[in-house]
T-cell receptor
Framework: GQNIDQPTEMTATEGAIVQINCTYQ??????LFWYQQHAGEAPTFLSY????GLEEKGRFSSFLSRSKGYSYLLLKELQMKDSASYLC?????????FGTGTSLTVIP | DAGITQSPRHKVTETGTPVTLRCHQT?????MYWYRQDPGHGLRLIHY???????DKGEVSDGYSVSRSKTEDFLLTLESATSSQTSVYFC?????????FGEGSWLTVV
């Protein structure tokens, strides 16, 4: 079966840095997605990692280690609007398997 | 804007009635997906399509059927709705190295 794990909840302070981890075990793997989802809204695309290493995109960075089945999303200079759920998803070819999401609360 | 619209956006229906959700895309993408999202389970794939009349099951397909007679439309049908199908349903398209989601359809089965 496919297994995607991420922490259920995290809390961080405005202006700080937070790292959200995701581990995966899938039969077949092309890449790893990260999505942001605010309550009552659709998920929106943040990043897609295919190769090992860190990819930076503004305040958000995403890391992938294919050999370890591990990824993380790094959010810098946290803002109140970053309070949301963050979903990781494994691309196994023609299907995508999602974790249950990490609910991030940013406090003043 | 990925050009995906879902209808209806909100629906309340009674147990045992048939329900059809519609997903419409304007981008002419080959792959389309239906997911449901529930607390504690995240997004789970119901069915997907890789072309007109080409569909396949996902991990939670029981109780659901789909049809795709045109590239732009992907329909999800609950033949006889049950309370366990109360959920938020998201349609998605995949134009390559990303997935775009529709705004969601909130379905309540009473």
């Amino acid at each position: 079966g496919q297994n995607i794990d991420q922490p259920t909840e995290m809390t961080a302070t405005e202006g700080a840095i937070v790292q959200i981890n995701c581990t995966y075990q899938t039969s077949g793997f092309n890449g790893l997605f990260w999505y942001q989802q605010h309550a009552g809204e659709a998920p929106t695309f943040l990043s897609y990692n295919v190769l090992d290493g860190l990819e930076e995109k503004g305040r958000f960075s995403s890391f992938l280690s294919r050999s370890k089945g591990y990824s993380y999303l790094l959010l810098k200079e946290l803002q109140m609007k970053d309070s949301a759920s963050y979903l990781c998803a494994a691309d196994t070819g023609n299907q995508f398997y999602f974790g249950t999401g990490t609910s991030l609360t940013v406090i003043p | 804007d990925a050009g995906i619209t879902q209808s209806p956006r909100h629906k309340v229906t009674e147990t045992g009635t048939p329900v059809t959700l519609r997903c419409h895309q304007t981008e002419n993408h080959r792959y389309m997906y239906w997911y449901r999202q529930d607390p504690g389970h995240g997004l789970r794939l119901i069915h997907y399509s890789y072309g007109v009349k080409d569909t396949d099951k996902g991990e939670v397909s029981d109780g659901y059927s789909v049809s795709r007679s045109k590239t732009e439309d992907f329909l999800l049908t609950l033949e006889s709705a049950t309370s366990s199908q109360t959920s938020v349903y998201f349609c998605a398209i995949s134009p390559g190295n990303t997935i775009y989601f529709g705004e969601g359809s909130w379905l309540t089965v009473v």
